[in-house]
């Protein structure tokens, strides 16, 4: 599986911006996802998103602000950033997991085993 992630930039503090994730190759993935990592921080935990029925799962800090969804005819996952703070600056990664990954562990990083190259988002204050 190959992850092609876009859509990142600068915007200014209450603005709006909308990644996406072209996936390519034949996947058995059970979860897709976007993580973020900010300069001198790990990675963290933003949105997934299960394949099968669509259920979503946000971190608090982007609950009400961001959202997560997927066009299968496309094979694109997306995530649209609203009201954006300057803590949200960071790269942001898609992920796909390899499938058999519990929903208890779907919000772990090292569950996912396909990756995209990640896309640099700046919110200015």
């Known amino acids: 599986v190959q992850l092609q992630a876009s859509g990142g930039g600068l915007v200014q503090a209450g603005g709006s911006l909308r990644l996406s994730c072209a996936a390519s190759?034949?996947?058995?993935?059970?979860?897709m996802g976007w993580f973020r990592q900010a300069p001198g921080k790990e990675r963290e935990f933003v949105a997934i998103?299960?394949?099968?029925?669509?259920?979503?799962y946000y971190a608090d800090s982007v609950k009400g602000r961001f959202t997560i969804s997927r066009d299968g005819t496309k094979n694109t996952l997306y995530l649209l950033m609203n009201n954006l703070k300057p803590e949200d600056t960071a790269v942001y990664y898609c992920?796909?997991?390899?499938?058999?990954?519990?929903?208890?562990?779907?919000?772990?990083?090292?569950?996912?085993?396909?990756w995209g190259q990640g896309t640099l988002v700046t919110v200015s204050s």
């Open positions: 998103i299960k394949r099968s029925g669509g259920s979503t």
């Open positions: 992920a796909a997991d390899s499938g058999g990954t519990i929903q208890s562990e779907a919000k772990r990083s090292t569950r996912y085993a396909y």
């Open positions: 190759g034949r996947t058995l993935s059970r979860y």
